[in-house]
């Protein structure tokens, strides 16, 4: 008899809601967790600690250079950083007790130690003590997550040469601080010091910011970053840090190669990206395979090579994204259930929480392209929307893809103040299969930032009223 009918291993935002819906289901469920809190990556050192400093540094901006201009005179605001990071461990701290708390509502049991696969229904847990326990289970679910990539070359000590983890720890506001990647998390991270008075350069290697997002937006985004001080070095790879004197000296070569040139910085954050955490998962052995780029290898119903066991999330293909693994989680136990759990790829947006904000859904321009899709496009800037004229919000625009024949909406792309939140209207549109016209003809509030979506729509269906 098995002692459970589901084991899951790790609890980041894949493996904590995989345990929930399956206890919901009416599975037997345990969870393994190696960390001491639960939450996973997310919670403990990236969605939940990044937001909370990313919200407390824009309100910093806002009181030196925002209120102003609203007519609001303040003195120059003075950073309490201690203070800030306490904002930021008190809201890690609510979110991991949180799911400790939902943990024990579901009935759910909590095994603390490294879960190691020992074959098909079998999970060992050691825990710090050397003590290990063995779980037996019909079903074994691998929510292990990623950790940092690291840099060749390149060593994080944490202190000074840090990962998004050291990056969230500062002590101190660095003078000047180079960021080794222009994606998300370097750009967020590198926004929230900017902020608080570093020189921030960031060195990408390839010749635009945010990877695979919409060119039109990525280039529109840079320029507003940088008129926020922010330096960029495109195209470019850093090949070397080194100690000098108190500080350190980074190496940039262009990414193509030729001269190299050294750059001064106090504190250097490693952003080029995340893996595949299996580490220690004993897969070898149990016999499941990984793809080339070290990710758990799944079917369709997130089914490894050996019946009974399963993986979602960040070790698995896809965008390394909380509410991917969440959705992935919810189909999983579903799917365990008996019931027909599915995700759909299409339609997962993807959100960079700067100031303004960059959200998107579906397929860039350059994807429409590429596929050999005929498209129409619709855009509307906020600087021609009252309510973000009234908010002193004016950076920004919605663009709305559109199918040329059927007008089924392909994609949208907007960067603006609120675009996470905004972006919904136009994912819940896609899931419906829903057109540019349907978007343009629903009733949006006014005056709202959505209208510009509104307009946007409007645009690639017929034509802008407001513009
Ligand atoms: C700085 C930063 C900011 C981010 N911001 C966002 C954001 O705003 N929005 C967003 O969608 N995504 C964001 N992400 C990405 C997001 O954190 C991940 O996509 C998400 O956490 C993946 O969830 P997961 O459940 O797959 O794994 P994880 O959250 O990585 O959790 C895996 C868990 O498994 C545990 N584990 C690993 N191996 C074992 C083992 N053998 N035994 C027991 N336990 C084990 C780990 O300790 C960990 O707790 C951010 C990431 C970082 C680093």
């Not at 079998?122 to 037996?136: F, I, P, R, Y």
């Not at 600087?383 to 007008?407: E, I, P, W």
Request: net charge negative.
């Amino acid at each position: 008899m098995s002692q459970y009918d589901l084991v899951v291993i790790g609890t980041g935002p894949g493996g904590y809601v995989c345990a929930i819906k399956a206890a919901q289901l009416g599975l037997k469920t345990a969870v393994v967790e190696k960390r001491a809190t639960l939450g996973g990556t997310c919670l403990n050192i990236g969605c939940i600690p990044s937001k909370a400093l990313l919200h407390a540094s824009e309100m910093f901006e806002e009181a030196g250079h925002g209120f102003e201009k609203l007519g609001i005179k303040v003195s120059k605001p003075k950073l309490d950083l201690p203070a800030m990071m306490e904002h930021k461990t008190g809201v890690v701290d609510a979110n991991v007790n949180g799911v400790s708390f939902l943990m024990k509502k579901n009935k759910i049991d909590v095994h603390t130690g490294t879960g190691k696969i020992l074959e098909k229904g079998k999970v060992e847990v050691t825990d710090a003590d050397g003590k290990a326990t063995v779980l037996e289970t019909k079903n074994i679910v691998i929510a292990t997550g990623s950790d940092v990539m690291p840099l060749p070359g390149v060593e994080i000590d944490e202190k000074q040469v840090v990962s998004s983890t050291g990056a969230l720890e500062l002590d101190k506001v660095p003078g000047k601080l180079v960021v080794v990647g222009g994606g998300v998390i370097g750009l967020e991270l590198g926004s929230v010091w900017n902020r608080l008075g570093s020189e921030v350069t960031v060195v990408e290697f390839m010749d635009k910011i945010l990877g695979p997002m919409d060119g039109d937006v990525s280039k529109n985004f840079q320029r507003m970053l940088k008129k926020q001080g922010m330096e960029f070095k495109l195209s470019s790879k850093v090949t070397g840090v080194e100690k000098k004197g108190k500080g350190l000296a980074v190496t940039v070569e262009p990414a193509k190669g030729g001269d190299a040139q050294v750059i001064e910085a106090d504190i250097v954050l490693v952003a080029i990206g995340r893996r595949p955490y299996t580490e220690g998962l004993g897969l070898d052995k149990a016999g499941v395979t990984l793809d080339e780029r070290g990710r758990v290898k799944i079917d369709t119903h997130y089914k490894t090579n050996v019946d009974g066991i399963y993986a979602i999330g960040d070790v698995v293909a896809g965008p390394m994204l909380a509410h991917k693994a969440e959705d992935e989680g919810v189909a999983l136990a579903e799917i365990l259930a008996g019931q027909a759990g599915h995700v759909n790829y299409d339609v997962i947006p993807g959100v960079v929480y700067t100031q303004p904000e960059v959200a998107s859904v579906g397929k860039t321009e350059e994807e429409l392209k590429a596929a050999g899709v005929e498209y129409k496009t619709g855009k509307f800037v906020f600087s021609a929307n009252g309510r973000a004229r009234a908010m002193n919000k004016t950076d920004g625009f919605a663009k709305v893809l559109a199918d040329a024949k059927t007008d089924r909406v392909l994609g949208v792309h907007i960067v603006g103040f609120g675009a996470g939140e905004m972006i919904h209207e136009a994912a819940v549109l896609m899931e419906f299969g829903g057109s540019s016209e349907d978007l343009a003809r629903t009733c949006h509030a006014h005056p709202t930032m959505s209208e510009a979506v509104k307009e946007a729509a409007l645009g690639a269906f017929a034509k802008s009223i407001h513009s």
